[in-house]
């Protein structure tokens, strides 16, 4: 596998990463064909990450470098519709795990509250915000803070009531906990209630509350086991990284997850890039 590290990979899919989700995508236009000639799929694709990583409205992608704003639109909206972006999420998670493995020891789970101009489904008023339109992103990572599963809802819903749900969403499948590989997970105090915290450890894992006083309730191990927290306030920069996530415009709750998605394939890769450069 190449370890492409150059500055077009800010707007442009890596060589190794195309040749994995392009079979997503379908086939493409003959060439050939009567008709106006077909825009290749991967021009389009790296539009939609230019939009993407911008922010920019669609009007602005550089035609002479991707494609019109209607062609990259228009294939955005039926890719959306096909679950492309959400199967390519859970194909490069598929392959991280293979290439690197998922840390599924220390995993972390936390809300992340961002604005939503133009409102839509799952915003609402933001606590944070004067009660702007807000949205809220439930994001867990593994130990490394790769992006293992997201939920959606206004930014006025409380981090607890999208956690259990959060944790069902993992695109591939969990291995079975064991006595010698555990599941950590850790919590901030936004989630001390007694159905999330019976919720959790239904689901097999070793709870850790924020603050640590909460270890007298005997939902977390000794402290030779210390809580790791951090991790997914990285994650969350660096979805908010990607400026088409630092500020919601998509009023479709679909068109919203596609862009996570494809943010949270493109995080993922570069792990596993970080992981063969380092070994």
């Known amino acids: 596998m190449t370890t492409e ?11 190794d990463l195309w040749k994995l989700i392009a079979p ?7 060439p050939g064909t009567p ?7 991967r021009r389009i694709f790296d539009g939609i990450i230019y939009v993407l990583r911008t922010g920019c409205q669609w009007s602005a992608i550089p035609r002479e470098q991707f494609a019109a ?20 999420w859970a194909l490069v998670l598929a392959y991280y795990d293979c290439a690197v493995g998922i840390d599924w020891k220390w ?22 915000d004067r009660a702007k339109r807000g949205t809220k992103r439930s994001v867990l990572s593994d130990g490394r803070g ?9 930014a006025n819903t409380p981090d607890k009531t999208l956690a259990l749900d959060t944790l069902d969403s993992i695109p591939v499948e969990r291995p079975a906990k064991q006595c010698y590989r555990l599941h950590h997970l850790c919590l901030d105090a936004g989630y001390d209630y007694a159905d999330v915290i019976a919720g959790v450890q239904a689901r097999d894992y070793h709870l850790h509350l924020s603050p640590p006083a909460k270890a007298q309730r005997q939902v977390a191990l000794a402290q030779k086991y210390p809580a790791r927290r ?3 306030e990285r994650t969350h920069s660096w979805h908010n990284r990607f400026r088409r996530l630092l500020i919601r415009w998509e009023k479709k709750l679909d068109h919203y997850y596609a862009m996570i998605d494809l943010a949270s394939a493109l995080i993922i890769w570069r792990l596993v890039i970080a992981a063969s450069n380092s070994s």
């Open 5 to 15: 590290t150059s500055v077009d990979t800010i707007w442009h899919v890596p060589d």
């Open 24 to 30: 997503l995508l379908g086939p493409e236009k003959a």
């Open 35 to 41: 008709g106006r000639p077909a825009v290749p799929y």
């Open 69 to 88: 704003k209607s062609t990259v639109w228009g294939r955005f909206k039926q890719w959306v519709e096909a679950e492309v972006f959400q199967a390519a």
């Open 107 to 128: 995993q972390a789970l936390d809300g992340v509250i961002t604005k939503a101009p133009l409102g839509g489904a799952a915003t609402g008023p933001s606590p944070v």
């Open 146 to 154: 790769a992006p293992l599963a997201v939920a959606v809802a206004g």
């Open 230 to 232: 951090w991790v997914i």
